[in-house]
């Protein structure tokens, strides 16, 4: 059973049906052709894995950084959340950033900048760390 919430459910399905998509494009040769010619492209790096962070089989914190709250958005009183695609390779290295979703702008550069200032713990597929992409929402909250 899925305990993720909607948003993050949506972001994955729709990140599974570009990777289908992707797929697709190279025509209808076997999936392991496919998967031998990848892994050629790319040095030998195996197709990262696609989760959620923080899910059982997805990439972790091992520090964080805590994204400054914009000064801008907190004297406005403003709340948001910037949702990220992660690519973290099976060292646990942060190789790419994208945002996906952002409420507002302004709290796109600080969510991004945390991220990029922390540490993580890899991936798992079968007890083995595994490059990975995952959707990681940062939520913007002033506290009451």
């Known amino acids: 059973m899925n305990s993720a919430p909607p948003h993050i459910n949506f972001l994955l399905a729709l990140l599974l049906c570009a990777g289908a998509s992707a797929a697709t494009a190279h025509g209808t040769e076997p999936q392991e052709t496919r998967a031998a010619d990848y892994a050629k492209k790319s040095g030998g790096r195996a197709i990262p894995l696609i989760t959620i962070f923080g899910s059982s089989e997805g990439p972790k914190f091992e520090e964080r950084e805590a994204p400054v709250y914009p000064f801008s958005a907190k004297k406005r009183g403003q709340e948001g959340t910037v949702v990220l695609r992660l690519s973290i390779d099976e060292l ?29 713990i890899p991936a798992k597929s079968n007890h083995r760390s595994v490059a990975s992409q995952a ?8 506290k009451k």
């Open 92 to 120: 646990g290295i942060l190789q790419d950033v994208d945002v996906v979703e952002a409420t507002d702008p302004v709290f796109i550069d600080a969510a991004v900048a945390s991220v990029k200032k922390s540490f993580f």
């Open 135 to 142: 959707i990681l929402p940062i939520h913007f909250r002033l």
